[in-house]
């Protein structure tokens, strides 16, 4: 597949996907979405890739929706494909992320399997802010921050630095931004350097303690409750 909005790129048995429309600082909108599925997709079935990392070009890892997306796009937008992806793949999945990291970013950094952030990241789960869901987060970020705090950070929309979030648990790794790149591939080198076979299965026992198919349904609800409400306006 021919890609527009994302590069990839493989290297050491690593392959990196980089969201590419910095002038937007990385927006994300429905043909990005398709287009990051599709790259895992491909990734997948890549015998010869044994652990992905997920960046951003530019000044930002991304800002979160693009919001010039036409309002009829919004229900295949949410539709979780992407998500679903990023979170039942058997491959490892390193966010590197910097700069902006809100909304929708940051609920496909934090289903990623390990998070490396530079020193001048600010994230936040912004959806509420602008009248939408943080649909991705909901069984995620309970179970690596606690209930509460996962309440605090979903409800209030507060942005927090990368060092905030590694003291919550959320960020495993604070570096300058010019050693980002360089931190993740060597967490990915490390992964991948080891059986083929014991990672896909440690990685399938560790992700089924948070399958819930509950919030499913909440985020399913809640984004018809949503949109019909955008119809009228």
Sequence with gaps: MAYEKIL?????????ITM???????????DMKRELYEALCEFETDDDIMVI???????????GHDNDDPLECMFEFVSLQEEEKLFHLDKPIIAAVHGYTLGDAMQQAILCDMIVASDDTVLGFIGPLIGGLCYGSFTVLPAIVGRNRANELLLTCERFSAEDGYRMGLVNKVVPRDQLMEAAMDMARKIAALPRESIKYTKRALRSTLADDSHIKAVDEGWKSILAGMDKK
């Design 8 to 16: 990839l790129e493989k290297k050491d048995q690593i392959g990196i």
């Design 53 to 63: 990392v997920l960046t951003g070009a530019g000044r930002a890892f991304s800002s």
């Design 20 to 30: 590419n429309q910095p002038d937007k600082l990385n927006a994300i909108g429905l």
